[in-house]
């Protein structure tokens, strides 16, 4: 059991670096050509033969696919798996919110068991995906996760119990995650999971919003449950950021 769990979140691990890197590929030839896209995962059998479609109708900006290697090495701080990205002027691809969405489906077809499952410890685990596509498992201290600052597409951790909505540390961590080229964060319970996810390009906007909603959350810890989840709705003004059970 614990052999096909491992196997698991390895193929999740992969499949969320190849989804995590298709979304900066296209914001960034998006901020760079100036025209609007969608894009298309071709390969993601294994690290080193990623393939992307980007689809322009408007036209492909050649420039703009050669310059994107680079341009994401500078800023995510690090070389991700290896990849090649195509142009096709035909319609079609994956916009934010749908990319957004395959990150979901995969981790609860791949990941959300284990998790869940480790919640049910006194104990919080955590796992972070790295964009080479694999993975690091550690169990934190016994009431909190210090997210590691480290360049990842990925963060998941566990809350024992049954309660998986996030802690005003985790929505702050989240504000630091996403700034430094994070795409998802998930928390598992033994009951749930919770999701907050990228589903645009990351604005000062969306930050200054996740750092409302952990002031609210922090405010209201002592109260009742109402305010509490009225502290999360305000992660629904933002443009840029997707929250909810998953």
């Not at 989804?19 to 025209?35: N, P, T, V």
């Not at 809350?159 to 996030?166: D, F, K, S, W």
């Not at 000062?204 to 999360?232: G, I, M, N, P, W």
Request: charged share 20%; proline share 4%; with cysteine.
């Amino acid at each position: 059991m614990e052999e096909l769990h491992t196997s698991s979140l390895s193929l999740f691990s992969l499949k969320a670096a190849c989804i995590a890197l298709a979304f900066h590929i296209l914001s960034f030839y998006e901020e760079d050509s100036g025209r609007e896209a969608g894009i298309s995962l071709l390969d993601c059998s294994r690290p080193g033969n990623v393939r992307y479609r980007i689809h322009s109708p408007a036209g492909c900006n050649t420039s703009s696919i050669h310059l994107v290697e680079d341009a994401l090495h500078l800023a995510l701080g690090v070389r991700p798996l290896g990849f090649a990205v195509e142009c096709s002027e035909e319609p079609g691809g994956l916009r934010y919110e749908g990319l957004a969405g395959l990150m979901v489906r995969s981790y609860n077809r791949l990941a959300r068991r284990l998790l869940e499952e480790l919640s049910r410890s006194s104990r919080e685990y955590f796992v972070i995906v790295g964009w080479n596509g694999l993975y690091a498992l550690g169990a934190a201290r016994e009431d909190r996760v210090e997210l590691p600052q480290l360049p990842a597409p990925v963060f998941m951790h566990t809350h024992p119990g049954p309660l998986c909505l996030p802690s005003f540390r985790d929505l702050e961590s989240a504000a630091e995650f996403f700034a430094g080229g994070g795409v998802a964060e998930f928390i598992a319970s033994s009951t749930c999971s919770y999701a907050i996810l990228l589903k645009s390009h990351y604005t000062l906007d969306c930050y200054d919003k996740l750092r409302e909603a952990a002031a609210c959350v922090k405010r209201s810890a002592r109260e009742d449950f109402y305010s509490y989840t009225e502290c999360l709705a305000l992660l629904a003004r933002s443009e840029c950021i997707e929250a909810a059970t998953v």
